[in-house]
């Protein structure tokens, strides 16, 4: 078995030394909508009807196909190109976009830059900013990711404030002693009509990932990069990104370059503009009606 692994490896290595290599990995993510759909049950406004038919278009929007095309040094990952939906085309870009998704995601691992281009509420962002410094460590468990012996890494790593991937449901369940807190804001809590108040953004996520040695780019889906080998899997608790298909060398070859339309930020600036866009929306859907009727525009995005 070593000496097929071995084999292999330098069969790749092989092609990675090509004038001009480019690889190809097909990832399928899947994000959970339990918490959201926690959320929404909290609304007394919300039927059944509404919730089922917003948890099977969130559940569409949350199970997504991505592509990566990389070379020794970049990749893009862009979502797989399918026609949209009747009434997807506006509101569906921007929930994409804050879901994780939307325009072509430029990454550099020899200049540590990544730069991704984003739609939000009609206007164009090209965030440009360095890549995360991920301190992973490696652990000794291995498995099998099609044919490909893959490795486990983990990491703490910073939530971006801008993927509403990210949201959890908040517990409001009071420990002991706080009861009597509780019930003094209890006529206030009964006022509220807006989901998004039972929401939290953690600060950090605990970050699962299975590189493979034998394909030593330094590469993977979406932001993630640093290891020594090119990353099949990625786990955050809430979404699973895995590798379904790998092509190596192929013939037709795919430009590997950073978008270069829309107003320049960094990504700390392009976070800030999204939660004051949200922060409108709330104030807006709070009152009588308001919060389902931001339940029902989320549905026919």
Request: glycine share 6%; proline share 5%; charged share 30%.
């Given at each position: 078995m070593k000496?097929?692994?071995?084999?292999?490896?330098?069969?790749i290595s092989g092609l990675l030394n090509a004038q001009n290599f480019q690889g190809m990995a097909v990832y399928e993510s899947k994000t959970s909508t339990a918490d959201f759909m926690k959320g929404m049950s909290?609304?007394?406004?919300?039927?059944?009807?509404m919730q089922k038919q917003i948890e099977e278009r969130m559940k569409k929007?949350?199970?997504?196909?991505?592509i990566l095309n990389f070379d020794k040094t970049a990749s893009i990952y862009k979502e797989e190109e399918k026609l949209d939906a009747p009434g997807q085309q506006g509101g569906g870009r921007m929930m994409m976009s804050m879901m994780g998704g939307g325009g072509t995601h430029y990454k550099n691992a020899?200049?540590?830059?990544?730069?991704?281009?984003k739609e939000f509420f009609g206007k164009e962002f090209l965030i440009r900013d360095s890549l995360p410094k991920y301190e992973w460590k490696l652990e000794g468990e291995s498995k099998?990711?099609?044919?490909?012996?893959?490795?486990?890494?983990t990491a703490v790593v910073k939530v971006s404030e801008s993927d509403f991937r990210n949201f959890r449901f908040r517990n409001n369940n009071p420990k002991e002693g706080e009861k009597k807190a509780e019930t003094v804001k209890d006529t206030a809590k009964a006022k509220k009509t807006n989901f998004t108040d039972d929401w939290e953004m953690p600060k950090e996520n605990v970050i699962t990932a299975w590189y493979c040695p034998e394909i030593p780019v330094n590469q993977g889906p979406e932001n993630y990069?640093?290891?020594?080998?090119?990353?099949l899997e990625v786990n955050d608790g809430k979404t699973v990104i895995l590798c379904s298909k790998l092509v190596l060398n192929s013939k037709?070859?795919?430009?590997?370059?950073?978008?270069?339309?829309g107003k320049e930020v960094t990504q700390k600036e392009y976070d800030e503009i999204v939660k004051k866009k949200m922060e409108e929306m709330r104030e807006m859907n709070s009152g009588p009606g308001g919060g389902s009727r931001m339940q029902f525009r989320m549905g026919r995005i």
């Open positions: 000496k097929i692994i071995i084999a292999s490896i330098f069969m909290t609304n007394r406004e919300m039927t059944p009807e929007m949350f199970e997504r196909t991505f020899k200049d540590k830059q990544y730069v991704v281009d099998k990711i099609g044919n490909y012996t893959c490795f486990k890494a990069w640093g290891l020594p080998g090119l990353i037709e070859k795919v430009e590997i370059k950073p978008a270069s339309k």
